[in-house]
């Protein structure tokens, strides 16, 4: 069975069940809000108390929602899996921590952190976000911003990402529409590593030609039955 070096690429679809709206979706983020105003840095210095209250919303809504059964099985995907296990997250939300996952690396940041732009340090951070708030370790005031990598700046974690990539041999890809690099990259760098490239999605649509193996479904249907099969060395 592939699957002793496995990497796992998560998008909005697997919150979208928890209540978490996707982005490209009919219903989605980008069909209310403009992304120029509210994730890029010069939308931040255009108008900043703008986009506190976009992030603050997001954060506020967090905190409403619960993991649901896709985030459950991953957690428990690496609790019992035998070979390396990393997750890599485009969310935002923090619903893959709350259902147990460990070794996870959130490339866009993280809502429940803000990052001060004075002295460079990422705090927990769990009330709204203003131009007020000051920084718990330099105590600058009006620094804080949101610790999410906006259009235009560098995800997280890049090279331990790549690393992984290129010695794995199962990708899975899990509710993303595969339309912003890097992560849309992923699965070619899997590719080149010689890597099985499975995707789950609601749809398999565009990006789907680069997948080995698709299954459609939501993802609380069709992520605990895929757990199912690897860790059952039917995968
Ligand atoms: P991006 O603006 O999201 O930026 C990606 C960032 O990642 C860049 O800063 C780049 O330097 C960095 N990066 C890329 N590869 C890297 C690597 N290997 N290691 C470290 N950092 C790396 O990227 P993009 O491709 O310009 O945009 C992605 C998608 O977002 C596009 O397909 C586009 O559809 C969409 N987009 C839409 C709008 C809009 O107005 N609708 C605006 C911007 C982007
Ligand atoms: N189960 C599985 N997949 C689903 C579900 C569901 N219940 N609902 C929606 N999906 C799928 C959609 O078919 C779509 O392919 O989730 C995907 C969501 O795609 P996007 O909205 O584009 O979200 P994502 O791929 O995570 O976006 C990437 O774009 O704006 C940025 O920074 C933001 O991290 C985000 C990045």
Redesign the pocket.
Same mark, same amino acid.
């Given at each position: 069975m592939p699957g002793s070096n496995l990497v796992i690429l998560t998008g909005a679809g697997i919150s979208a069940e928890s209540g978490i709206a996707t982005f490209r979706d009919s219903d989605g983020v980008?069909a209310k809000y403009d992304?120029?105003d509210v994730a890029?840095p010069q939308g931040f210095a255009r108008d900043p108390a703008k986009v506190h209250e976009f992030y603050n919303m997001r954060r506020r809504q967090m905190s409403e929602v619960m993991p649901n059964a896709a985030h459950i099985a991953l957690a428990r995907l690496e609790l019992e899996f035998s070979g390396d296990f990393l997750l890599v997250t485009q969310n935002i939300d923090d619903l893959h921590e709350r259902a147990g996952s460990k070794n996870l690396i959130h490339m866009h940041g993280e809502l429940r952190r803000a990052l001060c732009q004075e002295c460079d340090t990422s705090s927990l951070w769990h009330d709204d976000l203003s131009a007020l708030s000051h920084c718990p370790v330099c105590s600058a005031d009006g620094q804080l911003r949101p610790d999410v990598v906006w259009? *235009?700046? &560098? !995800?997280y974690q &890049?090279e331990r990402i *790549?690393e992984a990539l290129s010695r794995c041999d199962l990708f899975v890809a899990i509710g993303t529409s595969g339309?912003?690099? !890097?992560a849309? *990259?992923f699965v070619e760098e899997a590719r080149s590593a010689g890597a099985c490239t499975v995707e789950l999605n609601l749809k398999c649509a565009g990006w789907a030609s680069r997948f080995s193996e698709q299954h459609e479904g939501p993802a609380t249907e069709a992520v605990p039955a895929f757990v199912e099969r690897i860790l059952a060395g039917t995968g």
């Open positions: 980008w992304l120029q890029t259009f *235009g700046e &560098m !995800p &890049m *790549g339309s912003v690099y !890097p849309a *990259g």
